[in-house]
């Protein structure tokens, strides 16, 4: 007797709709993607509690705490190795990192947890808004000049950008902690990348300035950084990001939950044999 056809898999998951106006998608990334959303569980913070508290404290906290922390250590740095080389290397391996102070502080105390990357990447933005204006002032009262301010003004979004890569690390790596099943295991070296990801758009912007400064071309370091550096990572985070930025709903995940190592499912159990009566 002939045997019943296996039912068929199950049809992909549909990708969300978009509202608004949005260029291409890209994927660029896929295995950092797949990760990341493995790792995601929400679009909301536990309770429904609103992020904008979360935000307004990693602001204030990096623009008082990290950036002085971060100021302190480079005068220490100035004193042993020079300020070009504190600028182009250990400025971006100071400031990142005190910024992610700030970061945990809103997950441990106020947020418990990040639901998803744009959380992260969000909380890291406002981070390094906080500390950008922070540093702006801090130069500008040093030299309260119209070319001070335009310069600054220029330099303000890198610090966004970066840290939003950190915000991204401090999602991965709290969420890994709470994964069971070893899974943080899996996804250890997954904080890592991004948090090198944004030290490394920093200190290339900074490599640029340090370079074509010492050659007296200092126009041509802020040339490249606002029209390669910048668009380059900018480009990159919105791939990471899961290839669109969707500002109208920012954080809701663009997609669907799927697993770094997929596992190949067993077949269907073959139907009992009939017997003709």
Same mark, same amino acid.
């Given at each position: 007797?002939?045997?019943?056809?296996?039912?068929?898999?199950?049809?992909?998951?549909?990708?969300?709709?978009?509202?608004?106006?949005?260029?291409?998608?890209?994927?660029?990334?896929?295995? &950092?993607?797949?990760?990341?959303?493995?790792?995601?569980? !929400?679009?909301?913070? @536990?309770?429904?509690?609103?992020?904008? !508290?979360?935000?307004?404290?990693?602001?204030?906290?990096?623009?008082?705490?990290?950036?002085?922390?971060?100021?302190?250590?480079?005068?220490?740095?100035?004193?042993?190795?020079?300020?070009?080389?504190?600028?182009?290397?250990?400025?971006?391996?100071?400031?990142? @990192?005190?910024?992610?102070?700030?970061?945990?502080?809103?997950?441990?105390?106020?947020?418990?947890?990040?639901?998803?990357?744009?959380?992260?990447?969000?909380?890291?933005?406002?981070?390094?808004?906080?500390?950008?204006?922070?540093?702006?002032?801090?130069?500008?009262?040093?030299?309260?000049?119209?070319?001070?301010?335009?310069?600054?003004?220029?330099? &303000?979004?890198?610090?966004?950008?970066?840290?939003?890569?950190?915000?991204?690390?401090?999602?991965?790596?709290?969420?890994?902690?709470?994964?069971?099943?070893?899974?943080?295991?899996?996804?250890?070296?997954?904080?890592?990348?991004?948090?090198?990801?944004?030290?490394?758009?920093?200190?290339?912007?900074?490599?640029?300035?340090?370079?074509?400064?010492?050659?007296?071309?200092?126009?041509?370091?802020?040339?490249?950084?606002?029209?390669?550096?910048?668009?380059?990572?900018?480009? &990159?985070?919105?791939?990471?990001?899961?290839?669109?930025?969707?500002?109208?709903?920012?954080?809701?995940?663009?997609?669907?939950?799927?697993?770094?190592?997929?596992?190949? @499912?067993?077949?269907?159990?073959?139907?009992?044999?009939?017997?003709?009566?």
């Amino acid at each position: 007797m002939q045997q019943p056809a296996y039912p068929p898999p199950p049809a992909p998951p549909v990708p969300k709709a978009l509202s608004g106006f949005h260029l291409p998608g890209t994927n660029l990334f896929g295995g &950092i993607r797949r990760q990341l959303s493995a790792l995601e569980n !929400s679009s909301q913070l @536990p309770g429904g509690k609103s992020p904008t !508290s979360g935000f307004i404290v990693a602001f204030i906290f990096a623009a008082l705490a990290s950036a002085a922390l971060s100021f302190v250590a480079q005068i220490l740095f100035i004193l042993l190795v020079g300020g070009a080389v504190t600028l182009a290397v250990f400025a971006p391996l100071t400031e990142e @990192p005190f910024k992610a102070l700030a970061m945990l502080v809103v997950v441990h105390f106020m947020w418990k947890k990040v639901p998803n990357r744009r959380y992260g990447a969000a909380l890291g933005a406002a981070a390094g808004l906080g500390f950008a204006i922070s540093e702006a002032i801090v130069y500008i009262v040093g030299s309260p000049t119209a070319e001070t301010v335009v310069l600054r003004a220029i330099v &303000i979004p890198l610090h966004p950008l970066s840290s939003a890569f950190v915000g991204m690390g401090i999602f991965a790596m709290t969420a890994g902690r709470s994964t069971q099943g070893g899974l943080s295991n899996r996804y250890g070296s997954l904080p890592r990348r991004l948090f090198l990801t944004g030290i490394a758009n920093h200190m290339l912007w900074n490599s640029l300035v340090v370079v074509f400064g010492l050659a007296d071309l200092g126009l041509a370091a802020l040339l490249l950084n606002v029209f390669f550096v910048f668009p380059l990572f900018v480009i &990159i985070l919105r791939d990471f990001l899961g290839g669109h930025f969707n500002f109208q709903n920012f954080f809701e995940p663009l997609e669907g939950p799927m697993t770094a190592y997929p596992e190949i @499912p067993p077949p269907p159990t073959p139907p009992p044999p009939t017997f003709p009566s």
